[in-house]
């Protein structure tokens, strides 16, 4: 019964009952919204540096990472290639020589670093044939192709089978040069990374810098990612000389802001949060102080402290529970929607490209959250109901009972 | 025997500022069965006496012994449990809980006291029937007259089988259809099952109903009479 009465007495103020839930609802929901926001944008970071530079897993050598010099390279073999490509979860395996240069057209010149790649295996790791919007990825006929970004082309001022001269050092430190040509102008949605890299077929640059099967990285994608550290440990043991890190340590950037989800959603619970508990503590303060005689008539009757206490407390977690449910079923059903159709912010695609973040963000949100969320809720209102339930034990009956 | 004895008791309001004496010495004897009015003018020590033996407050001095146990040694938890076990109380605002129906009501201090479901189902129907209210017990507060809520705060203090019931003012929110209908009721269950009533009261009709009225005045008994 007491389950009974602390259930109707909710329902006796329902203007103040239903405004409270109402807030509740609100705040779930909007921690729901902004916690999954943060996430699809913070992950829409990392997915885009996986996806058109970094990889899963990277190879190199371990003073290539100290100082990215040409000489700091290693080689490759087709056999091993193969190998690593197969592994269970690996999608493919892209060996790439990164030579520093400075690209160079008949109207402007820009420092790049030259990207030598073999295309067809670059495909499976960076997807680049699919960010080309212009012009072809690497046909089989024509010597010299390379690809650069709309942005870059603007900024050299070239288009589409124009010539750019690619001058850097070669493997003596002689300053060598080539002459390629503009095939296709791709665009990856990550400005830094667009401006600052172009795409040249690797066979092309080991030639022109001396060294056939050179390479100073191999990137892997993989398609479980799940699978990362045993494919590390795998890699590692096939290139025991090498140095084989994941995304998080090639790039701590990539894991801080990983990191930053959790701070983020921390605080933003917090805040919420905070606000809920001095909501709660507003609302069942003036219900026990509404209360008073009728709490009285209570303990006058032999219904002792820890009742009233649990009473108040039961009172409070029903408000809870009453807003968590259609809270969480609203903020989840607004996740799902989301991240079905995306946010698009292409109002701001110029500000999210120049940190590398996608112009539709799509909010996602590990379902363990909600259980967090669902706990912190209940520890709200838990801690929420300690004060006015204390309020509501303090008083005497034999006072309360008369008071009007 | 007395199942109600108050021997020297006082009570003083304020003791360090302005002390107000409410009660000043009083020594009283209630025997089982009886139906007691204490009266007396506004501020005459009725409520406060009633407070004290009913355990909602202590006694400055003196002491109460209610059914052999000296309510003053027990700790605040331990007269809760006794009000629960020993005392009915009837109230002048009636004080029910709006949220449960009679009948709810009626069973709470048996859900308080761990009867069975049946046993507070069944003994909650036999007091609202005894009250008149067997029509009415699927009613909430809001939807009864004042004197119907009053029947029911009557059944409520009946239903933990106290040793006797306290009414504070009982008939003073009541009109006197209600106040005869009520005071009927009482009489009878006085009268058949031998339960013990006693009234604070300034109500003439509840006086000239009592078979026992104790006058109270200054914080003193100034009469104790007993009608044949």
């Known amino acids: 019964m007491l389950t009974t009465i602390a259930w109707r007495n909710i329902w006796r103020a329902r203007t103040r009952s239903g405004v409270v839930i109402g807030a509740i609802i609100l705040g779930i929901w909007a921690l729901v919204f902004m916690i999954s926001f943060t996430t699809g944008m913070v992950q829409s970071y990392v997915d885009n540096a996986i996806a058109t530079s970094i990889g899963h897993l990277q190879v190199h050598q371990d003073s290539f990472r100290e100082e990215p010099k040409l000489i700091y390279s290693f080689t490759t073999d087709d056999e091993t290639l193969q190998y690593l490509g197969e592994l269970e979860g690996v999608a493919g395996a892209a060996p790439r020589t990164l030579v520093d240069a400075m690209a160079g057209s008949s109207r402007s010149t820009r420092?790049?670093?030259?990207?030598?790649?073999?295309?067809?295996?670059?495909?499976?790791?960076?997807?680049?044939?699919?960010?080309?919007?212009?012009?072809?990825?690497?046909?089989?006929?024509?010597?010299?192709?390379?690809?650069?970004?709309q942005a870059l082309a603007?900024?050299?001022?070239?288009?589409?089978?124009?010539?750019?001269?690619?001058?850097?050092?070669?493997?003596?430190?002689?300053?060598?040069?080539?002459?390629?040509?503009?095939?296709?102008?791709?665009?990856?949605?990550?400005?830094?990374?667009?401006?600052?890299?172009?795409?040249?077929?690797?066979?092309?640059?080991?030639?022109?810098l001396g060294e056939e099967q050179m390479a100073h990285e191999l990137a892997f994608f993989l398609n479980d990612p799940q699978r990362l550290g045993a494919v590390q440990q795998e890699v590692q043991a096939k290139l025991p000389d090498l140095l084989v890190e994941d995304y998080r340590q090639v790039a701590p950037d990539l894991q801080l802001y990983e990191g930053q989800i959790q701070t983020s959603a921390t605080i933003f619970m917090v805040i919420i949060m905070l606000a809920l508990l001095f909501g709660i503590i507003n609302t069942m303060l003036m219900a026990v102080l509404e209360r008073y005689r009728e709490l009285g008539m209570l303990m006058a009757v032999g219904m002792n402290k820890v009742r009233v206490f649990g009473m108040i407390v039961l009172e409070t977690l029903f408000l809870a529970v009453l807003a968590l449910i259609p809270g969480l079923l609203l903020g989840w059903l607004t996740v799902v929607w989301l991240a079905d159709t995306g946010i698009d912010l292409s109002a701001f695609s110029g500000g999210l490209s120049q940190f590398g973040m996608s112009q539709i963000v799509y909010p996602q949100l590990q379902a363990g959250f909600y259980v967090q969320l669902a706990l912190a809720v209940a520890l709200t209102a838990l801690i929420g109901a300690?004060?006015?339930?204390?309020?509501?034990?303090?008083?005497?009956?034999?006072e309360a009972i008369r008071k009007i | 025997m007395s199942i109600i004895k108050t021997r020297g008791v006082t009570k003083v309001y304020n003791p360090d500022k302005i002390p107000v004496h409410a009660l000043r010495g009083v020594d009283l004897d209630i025997e089982a069965g009886e139906f007691t009015a204490i009266?007396?003018?506004?501020?005459?020590?009725?409520?406060?006496?009633?407070?004290?033996?009913?355990?909602?407050?202590?006694?400055?001095?003196?002491?109460?012994?209610?059914?052999?146990?000296?309510?003053?040694?027990?700790?605040?938890?331990?007269?809760?449990?006794?009000?629960?076990?020993?005392?009915g109380f009837v109230f002048q605002?009636?004080?029910?809980?709006?949220?449960?129906?009679?009948?709810?009501?009626?069973?709470?201090?048996?859900?308080?006291?761990?009867?069975?479901?049946?046993?507070?189902?069944?003994?909650?129907?036999?007091?609202?029937?005894?009250?008149?209210?067997?029509?009415?017990?699927?009613?909430?507060?809001?939807?009864?007259?004042?004197?119907?809520?009053?029947?029911?705060?009557?059944?409520?203090?009946?239903?933990?089988?106290?040793?006797?019931?306290?009414?504070?003012?009982?008939?003073?929110?009541?009109?006197?259809?209600?106040?005869?209908?009520?005071?009927?009721?009482?009489?009878?269950?006085?009268?058949?099952?031998?339960?013990?009533?006693?009234?604070?009261?300034?109500?003439?009709?509840?006086?000239?109903?009592?078979?026992?009225?104790?006058?109270?005045?200054?914080?003193?008994?100034?009469?104790?009479?007993v009608r044949k």
């Not at chain 2, 020590?45 to 309510?71: E, Q």
């Not at chain 2, 209210?133 to 119907?148: F, H, T, V, Y």
């Not at chain 2, 259809?177 to 005071?183: D, M």
């Not at chain 2, 099952?193 to 006058?215: C, K, L, M, W």
Request: proline share 5%.
């Open chain 2, 93 to 225: 605002a009636y004080n029910l809980i709006p949220v449960l129906t009679a009948q709810e009501n009626v069973e709470f201090v048996m859900l308080l006291q761990k009867r069975s479901a049946e046993e507070r189902h069944q003994r909650s129907e036999e007091l609202l029937a005894a009250v008149g209210l067997e029509d009415q017990i699927n009613k909430r507060p809001a939807e009864m007259s004042g004197g119907q809520q009053q029947r029911v705060a009557v059944a409520r203090a009946l239903a933990p089988k106290p040793t006797f019931i306290l009414a504070d003012e009982p008939t003073a929110n009541l009109d006197s259809a209600s106040t005869t209908n009520l005071l009927d009721i009482m009489a009878r269950l006085n009268q058949e099952e031998g339960v013990t009533f006693v009234f604070s009261t300034h109500d003439q009709r509840v006086i000239d109903r009592a078979r026992r009225v104790v006058t109270l005045d200054d914080g003193q008994i100034i009469k104790d009479e």
């Open chain 2, 39 to 87: 009266v007396g003018p506004s501020g005459s020590g009725k409520t406060t006496l009633l407070n004290i033996i009913g355990g909602l407050d202590r006694p400055s001095g003196g002491s109460v012994s209610v059914g052999g146990t000296s309510i003053g040694e027990l700790s605040d938890n331990q007269l809760i449990d006794f009000r629960k076990e020993n005392i």
């Open chain 1, 154 to 208: 603007n900024k050299l001022k070239v288009k589409i089978r124009s010539k750019v001269v690619l001058t850097f050092q070669d493997k003596n430190l002689e300053i060598t040069a080539g002459a390629f040509r503009v095939v296709g102008l791709f665009n990856t949605g990550n400005k830094p990374f667009d401006e600052g890299n172009v795409f040249v077929r690797r066979s092309d640059i080991n030639r022109l």
């Open chain 1, 386 to 398: 300690l004060y006015p339930a204390w309020r509501a034990i303090r008083l005497r009956p034999v």
């Open chain 1, 111 to 149: 420092g790049v670093q030259i990207r030598g790649i073999d295309p067809a295996a670059e495909i499976p790791v960076t997807g680049l044939d699919q960010q080309v919007v212009e012009g072809e990825y690497f046909p089989e006929k024509g010597r010299n192709p390379v690809l650069i970004s």
